[in-house]
């Protein structure tokens, strides 16, 4: 496996995972588009095939916040998740970082506390019935950019 920073190039493999799992990828296109030109979109390859997508960035409280976490159910289980989990915490800015999942979720629940992050709280109303659930760690963020 090899993780990378995205490209442009990467875009049309990175939607077309995101409507395997989400559906409608009207929502995301900007977003994951925008993130690649940033430089904080990552995607994992195997065999030249993008089988997993992250984002990282500084819209939550200006704080380290994964804002994509995608990994194709044929690849699941074999570490993709957490590759990228690590890849972003070393390109953390802040001490803090945040992502969040829903209720439902079990799967992303586990993946996110097996890499160090606890509950921090939840939002009730975004998804209809299924409170989302924030998660936080504390990290030796290198302080560069954003207000700790």
């Given at each position: 496996m090899k993780i990378k920073k995205a490209t442009l190039k990467d875009l049309p493999a990175i939607l077309e995972l995101e409507a395997m799992l989400v559906g409608n990828t009207e929502d995301h296109t900007d977003l994951i588009k925008s993130s690649i030109t940033a430089g904080e979109c990552l995607v994992a390859l195997i065999d030249g095939k993008v089988v997993g997508a992250s984002i990282l960035n500084y819209t939550f409280y200006y704080k380290n916040w994964i804002d994509l976490l995608s990994v194709n159910p044929e690849y699941r289980r074999r570490g993709i998740a957490t590759a990228l989990i690590k890849r972003m915490e070393s390109m953390c800015k802040t001490p803090k970082f945040f992502t969040s999942t829903n209720e439902s979720n079990i799967p992303a629940q586990k993946?996110?506390?097996?890499?160090?992050?606890?509950?921090?709280?939840?939002?009730?109303?975004?998804?209809?019935?299924?409170?989302?659930?924030i998660y936080f760690k504390r990290i030796g963020g290198t302080g560069r950019g954003g207000r700790r």
């Open positions: 993946t996110y506390e097996a890499s160090g992050f606890v509950r921090s709280g939840y939002i009730e109303n975004l998804d209809e019935g299924d409170p989302e659930i």
